[in-house]
């Protein structure tokens, strides 16, 4: 079995929520009045009330998705279009951060091409965090920021942008995909307008997300149908993904605070034993983070080679820069920071996660330098 260091990009799903999908895969149309329909629809609605309990919201508030790219989707386009009807200035203007990830990032990036949209990028420092929130005290059609970075793990000030922003009356819309089952999450306490995250981050099924959304300002639909998610997100509901959702988030969020405190354990030793046996290292992930992040240039490297070499060895990690047409750049997140290419092209992404034991993070250690040794060699 190779070793898995990549709980970033997706995780196994948990025993219970294959469990709920098994028990509600039979269910059928959620909104029909007959009786099957009702039966598929009290499984559905059992499955936004654990969710609404759980991130502190109204079970109106919870839309699914099929996906976290299509909760930000719907979110950034739905709000910029519901911000149009006010035909003022304000209406054009989106706050965002260089650091998104590339499904907030190019929805922004089609928004400014396309339609008009003028951007301000709030700054970020050598740390990952976004650093100065001035930004926001001018009025905008909406504000977009990510509760955790997907690469380095670096948590965002979310509860002051939001507070900034609604002295502007503008709405936020927060990326929370890394985050949910991770930290504790209270929408309403939060202050934001709406809030993406995905099942599979959280040990749910691939091919469903969550978009929290306030009764108002609501995004438009971006797609049009039957009505259903308050017309939101229309389509037929995949009852057996929700459920199966849901199970997930209530078992992440039960296990949060002794996950933390063990992956926080396993992420330091992994840092400390990268920075004693391996030279000329920089670490990115840098506090507040997620305990599950662990991201490290090694300078003279490249990215894509030490994959291949990792996946050799049996470990699977993320190279944390994008591969843009076969080209292995530095990413947009460490750019961001100040990183130059030549020290951030080879980069590593370490994310840990709940069958994450202490022998993979020896083994890992145990391989890391003579494979950073070779990628430094040719
Ligand atoms: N936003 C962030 C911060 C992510 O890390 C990801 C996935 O990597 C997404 C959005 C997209 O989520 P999904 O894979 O469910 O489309």
């Not at 309403?188 to 040990?203: D, I, N, P, R, V």
């Amino acid at each position: 079995m190779p070793r898995y260091l990549d709980y970033a990009a997706t995780q196994p799903m948990r025993q219970c929520a294959i469990d709920a999908w098994v028990s509600a895969s039979g269910a059928l149309n959620p909104g029909a009045s007959y009786a099957s329909g009702r039966k598929a629809r009290s499984v559905l609605d059992d499955a936004r009330e654990t969710v609404a309990e759980l991130l502190g919201c109204e079970p109106i508030e919870v839309i699914f998705t099929s996906s976290g790219t299509e909760a930000d989707n719907i979110a950034i386009q739905g709000l910029f279009r519901a911000a149009q009807s006010a035909a003022e200035e304000r209406s054009k203007r989106i706050v965002s951060t260089p650091i998104e990830h590339p499904a907030v990032l190019e929805t922004v990036e089609k928004l400014r091409a396309e339609h008009g949209a003028s951007v301000d990028l709030l700054p970020v420092d050598s740390t990952g965090h976004v650093s100065d929130l001035s930004a926001l005290d001018t009025q905008a059609a909406l504000a977009t920021c990510m509760w955790a970075n997907n690469e380095t793990g670096a948590i965002q000030p979310v509860a002051d942008i939001t507070e900034r922003a609604a002295a502007q009356n503008t709405p936020v819309h927060i990326d929370a995909v890394q985050v949910a089952g991770k930290l504790p999450i209270n929408f309403h306490e939060l202050g934001a307008t709406t809030l993406a995250a995905s099942a599979h981050k959280f040990g749910g099924p691939r091919g469903i997300g969550l978009l929290l959304a306030r009764r108002t300002p609501a995004p438009l639909p971006l797609a049009f149908g039957g009505g259903q998610e308050r017309g939101i997100r229309p389509g037929t509901v995949d009852v057996a993904s929700a459920s199966a959702l849901a199970a997930a988030l209530r078992e992440s969020v039960a296990e949060m605070e002794q996950e933390n405190t063990r992956l926080t354990a396993l992420r330091d030793k992994l840092q400390a034993g990268i920075e004693d046996s391996i030279d000329n290292v920089i670490i990115n992930s840098a506090e507040p983070t997620l305990a599950s992040h662990l991201h490290v240039s090694f300078p003279g490297t490249d990215g894509d080679s030490l994959i291949m070499l990792l996946d050799a060895a049996g470990i699977e990690a993320s190279a944390g820069s994008a591969c843009h047409a076969g080209v292995n750049r530095m990413s947009h997140v460490l750019e961001a920071m100040g990183i130059d290419e030549e020290h951030g092209r080879g980069s590593l992404r370490f994310s840990l996660g709940r069958m994450t034991t202490e022998e993979d993070i020896d083994a890992t250690l145990a391989e890391l330098p003579e494979i950073i040794r070779r990628a430094r060699s040719v």
